[in-house]
């Protein structure tokens, strides 16, 4: 990481864990709906244990930016009460499960980039930040392994496995370019040397991805410049659906508590 | 083969609790190949941080002892009293034995 | 040891061979000294059969009984329940695998029981047919259905059978905190605002009665109760567990401030226990059938689960055996 250039603001560090949580948390959701529908009883498993490390992971985050903030706002009123159009995830993860091998492909993408991205904000200045990566990058291996085996048993498994992941994997590539993109909380907390440039994840990235795309028999599809990203607020319209349904409860009964 | 008679198959899961302890049998889960069943067997049984480490056995693997032969296998060591201590009638007075 | 294609040491047995009234006999003897039965001890075939069917049973009540529950895992009113919520739920899933490989120690696979569920010819716990509206069914469910769970499964931690008595074991274990966050929902609902306390109310009054009526028929309707409590399967009688729960309810349920839907229920000084009021078995009976309000949703979304996961199960399967073949090449 580069010497900070400008000191980080409060504005920078909430941003960047609003983003960072954000992602873990719309993902741990998406994860979340498997319960009780996986392929078999041990998917149901393991499906739920990543939901449950991804939620984990976003309720440090958003907490730590409420506590930045500094305006009595908690995990549960930044996840609950806050508008689509607030919200700062990836679009990647606000994509829809539509079969397990999507879901697969999904995981993987940003299993790859966590991987990346935690290694190296394990030594970011921000020391809630780096504990957070330090406790994540372990649980982080585990998806990784988990995910990375299944590209490749569905991939290199049967005419339809391979040819669905491959559908996921066209449908999904161009949401990747977002991960590297400049103008989000992460170009800005870059710049702020909390963590690192987003552009310059991508080489690991793809070291991470390649190799398990060309075992699994797959094709890594073309990039394209798709420009609409969640970091900017640019949503897809599944962010409102899924958040109408995870805000029900609280925006139905205001002030309560649960 | 008809793949979709096929089922995943079963693999039975041992756990170290902690690093001195031996494995203990803790159950069983299917799989379609050894990795995919220590990670299932992970996923399954540590998730109260009940081990440091896992084995997995096909259960096919497996020989067990018939219990039809236990009388011939096993009785025989019970009148081998001599193999315990306390068949020994050592004097209070001698020390360290 | 675990499956039925396992060899011992061979076809040159130890032993002589001993006609069926010694072994009968034996294992009766067995049983009556609270001595566990193992895997591949002798076994009269009802025995084996009355296990397959009960811990079958048991293992698709798990199975099915994550799905009232896991209806509300994405609409959880905050954070820190949703991941309590998925934490249960995956337990039940985990429950439902530690029974799974019981009954399979017993010569049937898990395959043969899913499409025995799927078939709709096993049953499950029928308190799995109701449907969960509210937020408070699911504080109801923890409390009060998992508080009855409980109370059929500690008994059979000292089952005969030993890999089903070992599976309760580690159930039991893991069961306590689900009866905990149950509870504590309802009193967060029950302390909370008028429309929680009516939400903790109305659930109350939608699940006492089939809770009650998990324990099964009364005693002197039952069938099975006098063999399974000679082979110890079963270690307590309906009635006596039903009561057993009743006695520990009412008391949370006045500590709550919420009222049992029982006009009959009094406390009865003679005999230091609550007596409740007439069970409604024709409900129960209808449910039993396939006609409760959700029978028909769950066993669909178990069928809908298995089918789009065929293709995932198959692939896997697919690539294990090109693995294989590889190695073999290899090598």
Not at chain 3, 153 to 179: D, L, T
Request: aromatic share 10%; proline share 5%.
């Amino acid at each position: 990481m580069s010497a900070a250039a400008v000191n980080p603001t409060a504005d920078v560090r909430i941003g960047y864990a609003t983003y960072l949580g954000d992602t873990s948390l719309i993902l741990a959701q998406r994860l979340s709906e498997w319960v009780g529908h996986a392929p078999a009883l041990e998917e149901d498993l393991a499906l739920a244990n990543i939901s449950l490390d991804l939620l984990g992971q976003a309720r440090y985050l958003l907490s730590y930016a409420g506590e930045l903030e500094g305006k009595g706002r908690s995990e549960d009123t930044l996840a609950f009460l806050r508008d689509p159009s607030d919200y700062t995830n990836l679009a990647l993860v606000e994509q829809p499960n539509v079969d397990f091998g999507q879901t697969i492909v999904r995981q993987f993408l940003i299993d790859a980039w966590q991987l990346v991205l935690f290694e190296q904000l394990q030594s970011s200045t921000e020391p809630r930040v780096a504990e957070l990566a330090a406790k994540a990058l372990k649980e982080t291996r585990y998806h990784y392994r988990f995910s990375a085996g299944w590209m490749v048993r569905l991939g290199d498994g049967t005419e339809e496995s391979h040819q669905r992941v491959q559908a996921g994997l066209d449908e999904l590539w161009k949401f990747t370019s977002e991960l590297f993109a400049p103008g989000g909380a992460d170009e800005a907390a870059a710049h702020a040397g909390i963590a690192p440039d987003p552009a310059a994840l991508r080489t690991a990235w793809l070291a991470n991805v390649e190799p398990v795309l060309q075992e699994a028999t797959l094709k890594r599809p073309p990039d394209v410049n798709y420009r609409w990203f969640g970091k900017r607020r640019q949503h897809t319209d599944h962010l409102s659906h899924l958040l109408a349904e995870m805000q029900f409860m609280q925006r139905t009964y205001p002030g309560a508590q649960w | 083969m008809d793949q979709q008679r096929k089922q995943w198959p079963l693999y039975e899961v041992f756990i170290r609790a902690r690093s001195g302890l031996e494995h203990k049998h803790v159950g069983s889960i299917h799989a379609v190949d050894a990795r995919m069943a220590v990670e299932h067997a992970r996923d399954v049984y540590t998730r109260r941080q009940e081990g440091v480490s896992i084995w997995v056995v096909k259960s096919s693997d497996i020989t067990a002892s018939d219990p039809g032969d236990a009388e011939a296998l096993f009785e025989p060591a019970k009148d081998k009293i001599y193999r315990h201590p306390t068949f020994y009638a050592i004097p209070d007075e001698v020390k360290n034995l | 040891m675990y499956t039925q294609g396992l060899d011992s040491l061979g076809a040159e047995a130890l032993h002589q061979p001993t006609d069926a009234a010694t072994l009968e006999q034996r294992f009766q003897s067995k049983v009556d000294a609270d001595e566990r039965i193992e895997p591949k001890d002798w076994m009269p075939d009802a025995y084996r059969h009355t296990l397959i069917r009960q811990i079958s049973q048991h293992a698709h009540s798990e199975i099915v009984g994550m799905l009232p529950e896991g209806n509300w895992i994405t609409r959880a009113p905050s954070l820190r329940r949703k991941a309590v919520l998925i934490a249960k739920v995956q337990d039940e899933g985990g429950h439902g695998m530690y029974l799974y490989s019981a009954a399979e120690t017993l010569g049937i696979s898990r395959d043969e029981m899913i499409e025995q569920l799927l078939a709709g010819t096993a049953k499950y716990s029928s308190i799995f047919n109701y449907p969960t509206p509210t937020w408070a069914d699911v504080g109801a469910i923890g409390w009060l259905v998992d508080g009855a769970a409980i109370m059929n499964q500690i008994p059979i931690c000292r089952c005969s059978y030993g890999p089903y008595a070992r599976a309760m074991v580690r159930i039991c274990k893991e069961e306590s905190f689900h009866q905990r966050q149950g509870f504590e929902i309802m009193m967060t609902l029950a302390r909370g605002t008028p429309e929680q306390f009516r939400m903790a109310q109305d659930a109350l009054n939608r699940w006492w009665w089939p809770s009650l009526m998990m324990f099964g028929p009364n005693d002197a309707t039952s069938k099975h109760t006098a063999q399974s409590m000679r082979w110890k399967i079963k270690r307590f009688t309906n009635d006596e567990l039903r009561q057993k729960f009743v006695d520990i309810t009412v008391p949370q349920a006045e500590y709550l401030g919420l009222k049992v839907p029982d006009p009959e229920l009094r406390w009865d000084e003679a005999t230091q226990h609550y007596v409740h009021g007439p069970i409604d078995w024709k409900e129960f009976e209808d449910v039993l059938k396939g006609n409760g309000p959700c029978n028909r949703q769950r066993l669909e979304a178990r069928r809908q689960a298995h089918e789009e996961g065929r293709w995932v199960r198959e692939a896997a399967l697919a690539h294990a055996e090109k693995q294989r073949a590889r190695e073999t090449r290899a090598a």
